[in-house]
């Protein structure tokens, strides 16, 4: 559920190369899971959403998987742009209760 | 369709100063989220209004922090006597459902001399 105050763990990654974001939720009960981009200085932007009744999603040059035994969401990033580094949040919510994860840093190296 | 606007960007107060930081949700949107950020850290939640009614209070802390979202105008959240440890960037969210996508502002970012 909550976030917590862990300094944020990095990828680094080739432009051009594929990248896997990696997330981590807590809440069994969770139906419903958002990846959000932030940039410095800019509040959080959603990029991709998924229900609990799917276990992939598609969208341009971004794939969501979630595999509801293990309680696990990744964000895949196809052909990694210098514009995709930011930090990538995943968030899990149920009803009215959304919770966000602590979010990794991608860096894309040119 | 403006987005959700948050004011002011930056705001700088001496310990023992009010902070009001004011989120102007996505229009037909009700339901309103704030959450504390602190620098290289994840977003942690403090509260969710719709319109006039506080839903979850949860993140809140109990003393100096309260928030509002009145039947007319933006959703104000309120520090009083600011300390420096209130000092991270404050952002506001706006949805049209309590399940949907959680539309974010861009931040106000509080800083206490």
């Known amino acids: 559920g909550e976030s917590v105050g862990l300094h944020l763990p990095t990828l680094s990654v080739q432009e051009g190369d594929n990248s896997i974001i990696n997330c981590a939720y807590s809440?069994?009960?969770?139906?419903?899971f958002i990846w959000y981009k932030q940039e410095s200085g800019k509040g959080p932007q959603f990029i991709i959403d998924i229900r609990s009744n799917m276990d992939k999603r598609q969208g341009q040059r971004v794939t969501v998987l979630l595999n509801k035994t293990v309680k696990h969401l990744s964000l895949q990033i196809a052909a990694t742009q210098p514009g995709d580094s930011a930090v990538y949040f995943c968030a899990e919510a149920n009803n009215n209760d959304m919770r966000f994860g602590a979010g990794t840093r991608l860096t894309v190296k040119p | 369709n403006a987005g959700v606007m948050q004011n002011p960007r930056h705001l700088v107060r001496r310990r023992g100063q009010e902070a009001r930081l004011r989120c102007s949700p996505m229009?037909?949107?009700?339901?309103v989220y704030w959450y504390r950020q602190l620098p290289e850290e994840g977003l942690k939640f403090m509260v969710y209004?719709?319109?006039?009614?506080?839903?979850?209070e949860s993140g809140m802390p109990k003393e100096r922090f309260s928030a509002e979202f009145p039947k007319e105008g933006p959703s104000i959240l309120r520090i009083q006597q600011v300390v420096r440890g209130d000092s991270a960037a404050y952002f506001c969210?706006?949805?049209?459902?309590?399940?949907?996508?959680?539309?974010f502002g861009a931040g106000t970012r509080l800083s206490v001399l």
């Open positions: 809440n069994s009960a969770s139906d419903y």
């Open positions: 229009k037909g949107h009700s339901h």
């Open positions: 969210a706006s949805s049209p459902a309590s399940d949907g996508i959680q539309y």
């Open positions: 209004l719709q319109k006039e009614n506080i839903i979850d």
